[in-house]
């Protein structure tokens, strides 16, 4: 199998290309393709990791159908993009099917809230840097005495900047997030995120998944309703611990990606440079398998 990372579909205007989706308009709605291209420290890498596309697509529509609807405090509901998951009932002419396939999804075009929402259950990555220097998370203090990979207490919202391509996410506090997002739409995203979290995470520990955090996008629907968009709950935008190999006091792996941000760390690889670097064959197969290996894992 050889990875697919660029899409070209014939007759179709393509709107966007992210660091692992190609987006088309489709009548009123969106073709929303997950390709096999994989990122690091936000750069896209040459090569790809076969399958990884159609993998992260059936494990966000296993959360949309187990999660969903979501209803809030205020009594509002939360929905999520997802219209159509079957390529061959979305309409589509029967060349692009085959390409398609497994990978893409029929979706609402929404209005994207312009903020990456956050939740940790557990202390590790940008968190746990802050933390040592600091004692703080996204700028609020936190018990003292944690140690890396420890549980919060509770569940923690910690928001970030989308960044444009090529720019890095910068986690900004809650306050910062609630000058830049509205009310009510701030607290909803925050109440939504969280619940989100909770859910999938008691979910996880069910099949032996730790659900360290995860990172969810938000838009506004046509009709007004707030939806989750983009993926959900994947590796890509999640860190899945195995709950067998987790110890507090020490980093955890965790499937997936952070094999080849490794790699990437003992050849000194230089995140300023656009153009990322091949992955060694070895290192795309024993990736693949990671991913393989979650999926297998959660949704089993
Ligand atoms: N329902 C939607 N309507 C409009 N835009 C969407 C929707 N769902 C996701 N998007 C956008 O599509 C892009 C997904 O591509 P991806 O490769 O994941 O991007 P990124 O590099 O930002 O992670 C993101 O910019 C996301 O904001
Ligand atoms: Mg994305």
Same mark, same amino acid.
């Given at each position: ?78 929905? &999520? ?86 720019? &890095? ?132």
């Amino acid at each position: 199998m050889s990875a697919i990372t660029s899409t070209d579909l014939p007759g179709f205007k393509k709107i966007s290309s992210g660091k692992v989706r190609d987006l088309y308009d489709f009548n009123d709605t969106l073709l929303f393709v997950a390709t096999d291209r994989i990122s690091a420290f936000d750069v896209i890498l040459s090569s790809g990791i076969p399958g990884k596309g159609k993998l992260l697509t059936q494990i966000s529509t296993f959360w949309f159908d187990k999660l969903f609807p979501i209803i809030l405090s205020d009594g509002t509901q939360v929905g &999520h993009h997802l219209l159509e998951k079957n390529v061959e009932k979305m309409g589509l002419p029967a060349a692009a099917i085959d390409a398609l396939q497994d990978r893409t999804l029929q979706v609402k075009k929404c209005d994207i809230v312009k903020i990456e929402a956050i939740v940790r259950g557990y202390i590790t990555g940008s968190a746990w840097s802050e933390y040592k220097k600091t004692g703080t998370v996204n700028g609020a203090p936190i018990r003292p005495g944690m140690q890396e990979s420890e549980k919060f207490d509770e569940p923690l919202f910690t928001p970030s900047t989308k960044a444009d391509q090529g720019e &890095h996410d910068e986690n900004i506090s809650v306050e910062e997030y609630r000058r830049r997002i509205p009310e009510p739409l701030a607290s909803r995203i925050e109440e939504a995120a969280i619940t989100i979290y909770k859910r999938a995470s008691e979910y996880a520990a069910t099949k032996g998944i730790i659900l360290a955090d995860t990172k969810l996008e938000f838009g506004v629907d046509a009709n007004g309703t707030l939806v989750v968009v983009d993926e959900i709950l994947t590796p890509d935008s999640s860190r899945f611990w195995p709950a067998a190999g987790y110890q507090v006091g020490k980093g955890v792996d965790s499937f997936d990606k952070q094999f080849v941000r490794d790699w990437l760390k003992s050849v000194g690889f230089d995140k300023n440079n656009p153009i990322g670097p091949e992955i060694p064959d070895d290192i795309v197969k024993q990736t693949a398998e990671k991913y393989y290996e979650g999926y297998r894992m959660l949704t089993q």
